[in-house]
């Protein structure tokens, strides 16, 4: 592998930006202004060099498989185009959030199945690392082998405690932002033979290519499993944290659900959905997860907190591109235009905070003998960011030239 010295560049250093040179040898970090040794040189004068973001949870690849409601794609050609749409967005790890429901379809255990075959069989065409997210529903006991298959393989995934199954039982009468903790015996539960149940249950019947009586008809019957699930979340957690597995919970509403996921391992909340949670995990010294779209769009589009109100609370270390991926660069030019932080502080909720709290090590910052995974940022002051370089590893995941 060629050396490469970027030069010229604005580079994004832990604590500082410094007008540096850095150089790159064998997929690593070699020197910070050290020697260009007949190294090729890319000219990054006028631009900004900072580490390649990590993405802890996005599902923009689902619009792959599926750009329309029951058009699926296949599988190997998705994930080609989603790797594309990783590299030229900066994006240099990815962590897939790949739903394992109990709903046939898109989300189901087979579709998962296939992606997690399919990027093990692609690993040697893509052109970032592509994870997963083991994005489970806590009722999908279906899942439990796939769970096992993930966590042996060469990839170590995160495995994210989900329940939808709970939420989508709550009474009408309840936010969901302020529901009771999921076990709770006295939970809210909604007129399963409501009008506003099959409303509210339309659009996951259609992913699931299901009829919406059919569908509520299946709901009924995962509903019976409830109070075998806190048996098989401890048996997933105990396997996830046998092999040191990232461990996250997933719209938590009270503090006692944040203690409860964090008893079984998970020391990630994945957008807590209300202050008090958020303040109960920076309490335990969990990691926070917001979305990188309610940053850049100035707010949540569920109404749960405003990630921007959170960071600048301290309330969040990590923002994730969710179901956007140029999300995450947009965020980090909103905070800043908006006064939120500066640049450093900021560029660490896309690649040093996640690469910490996902375990890993070797990557998140520009620091000599750190992966050489880096992105170049064309970023007129005032202006959108775009990405012109990205490597990963030391290689050249994605390269453009603006035609001026």
Same mark, same amino acid.
């Given at each position: 592998?060629?050396?490469?010295?970027?030069?010229?560049?604005?580079?994004?250093?832990?604590?500082?930006?410094?007008?540096?040179?850095?150089?790159?040898?064998?997929?690593?970090?070699?020197?910070?202004?050290?020697?260009?040794?007949?190294?090729?040189?890319?000219?990054?004068?006028?631009?900004?060099?900072?580490?390649?973001?990590?993405?802890?949870?996005?599902?923009?690849?689902?619009?792959?498989?599926?750009?329309?409601?029951?058009?699926?794609?296949?599988?190997?050609?998705?994930?080609?185009?989603?790797?594309?749409?990783?590299?030229?967005?900066?994006?240099?790890?990815?962590?897939?959030?790949?739903?394992?429901?109990?709903?046939?379809?898109?989300?189901?255990?087979?579709?998962?199945?296939?992606?997690?075959?399919?990027?093990?069989?692609?690993?040697?065409?893509?052109?970032?690392?592509?994870?997963?997210?083991?994005?489970?529903?806590?009722?999908?006991?279906?899942?439990?082998?796939?769970?096992?298959?993930?966590?042996?393989?060469?990839?170590?995934?995160?495995?994210?405690?989900?329940?939808?199954?709970?939420?989508?039982?709550?009474?009408?009468?309840?936010?969901?932002?302020?529901?009771?903790?999921?076990?709770?015996?006295?939970?809210?539960?909604?007129?399963?033979?409501?009008?506003?149940?099959?409303?509210?249950?339309?659009?996951?019947?259609?992913?699931?290519?299901?009829?919406?009586?059919?569908?509520?008809?299946?709901?009924?019957?995962?509903?019976?499993?409830?109070?075998?699930?806190?048996?098989?979340?401890?048996?997933?957690?105990?396997?996830?944290?046998?092999?040191?597995?990232?461990?996250?919970?997933?719209?938590?509403?009270?503090?006692?659900?944040?203690?409860?996921?964090? *008893? !079984?391992?998970?020391?990630?909340?994945?957008?807590?959905? =209300?202050?008090?949670? #958020?303040?109960? +995990?920076?309490? %335990? $010294?969990?990691?926070?997860?917001?979305?990188?779209?309610?940053?850049?769009?100035?707010?949540?589009?569920?109404?749960?907190?405003?990630?921007?109100?959170?960071?600048?609370?301290?309330?969040?270390?990590?923002?994730?591109?969710?179901?956007?991926?140029?999300?995450?660069?947009?965020?980090?030019?909103?905070?800043?235009?908006?006064?939120?932080?500066?640049?450093?502080?900021?560029?660490?909720?896309?690649?040093?905070?996640?690469?910490?709290?996902?375990?890993?090590?070797?990557?998140?910052?520009?620091?000599?003998?750190?992966?050489?995974?880096?992105?170049?940022?064309?970023?007129?002051? *005032? !202006?959108?960011?775009?990405?012109?370089?990205?490597?990963? =590893?030391?290689?050249? #995941?994605?390269? +453009?030239?603006? %035609? $001026?």
């Amino acid at each position: 592998m060629e050396a490469i010295v970027i030069e010229g560049a604005s580079v994004v250093l832990p604590d500082m930006v410094a007008q540096v040179s850095v150089r790159v040898e064998n997929g690593e970090i070699a020197a910070i202004d050290g020697p260009r040794d007949g190294a090729r040189v890319i000219d990054g004068r006028g631009m900004i060099l900072a580490p390649a973001m990590v993405d802890i949870h996005g599902d923009a690849f689902e619009r792959q498989l599926m750009p329309r409601p029951g058009v699926m794609i296949p599988t190997e050609a998705a994930l080609l185009e989603t790797d594309r749409q990783l590299a030229a967005n900066g994006i240099a790890t990815a962590y897939h959030a790949l739903t394992l429901s109990w709903e046939p379809g898109l989300r189901s255990v087979a579709i998962g199945q296939e992606v997690v075959a399919a990027l093990a069989a692609l690993a040697p065409r893509l052109t970032v690392e592509n994870r997963v997210q083991l994005r489970w529903e806590t009722f999908c006991f279906e899942a439990l082998p796939l769970i096992d298959a993930a966590l042996a393989g060469p990839l170590l995934p995160a495995l994210a405690f989900n329940d939808h199954t709970t939420m989508g039982m709550l009474h009408p009468s309840v936010a969901m932002q302020d529901r009771p903790f999921d076990h709770d015996p006295g939970f809210p539960v909604v007129d399963m033979d409501s009008p506003g149940f099959a409303a509210k249950m339309e659009s996951r019947a259609k992913r699931s290519g299901m009829e919406i009586s059919a569908f509520i008809g299946l709901m009924r019957d995962i509903w019976k499993r409830r109070l075998d699930v806190p048996a098989v979340i401890a048996e997933a957690g105990r396997k996830a944290g046998a092999v040191c597995a990232p461990m996250l919970s997933h719209d938590d509403s009270q503090p006692k659900t944040r203690d409860y996921y964090r *008893g !079984h391992g998970a020391r990630i909340s994945e957008f807590p959905m =209300n202050m008090a949670v #958020a303040r109960s +995990a920076r309490e %335990a $010294g969990d990691w926070i997860v917001f979305g990188a779209p309610n940053a850049a769009r100035g707010g949540s589009h569920l109404g749960s907190p405003g990630a921007a109100d959170m960071v600048a609370a301290g309330l969040c270390d990590i923002l994730a591109s969710d179901y956007y991926y140029p999300a995450m660069l947009a965020a980090v030019a909103r905070l800043q235009a908006d006064g939120i932080g500066h640049l450093p502080d900021l560029w660490k909720l896309v690649a040093g905070n996640p690469a910490a709290a996902l375990g890993l090590a070797d990557r998140g910052e520009i620091a000599v003998c750190r992966r050489a995974d880096l992105v170049l940022l064309d970023w007129p002051e *005032g !202006h959108t960011p775009v990405v012109r370089h990205c490597l990963v =590893n030391g290689r050249a #995941a994605y390269g +453009a030239i603006a %035609a $001026g």
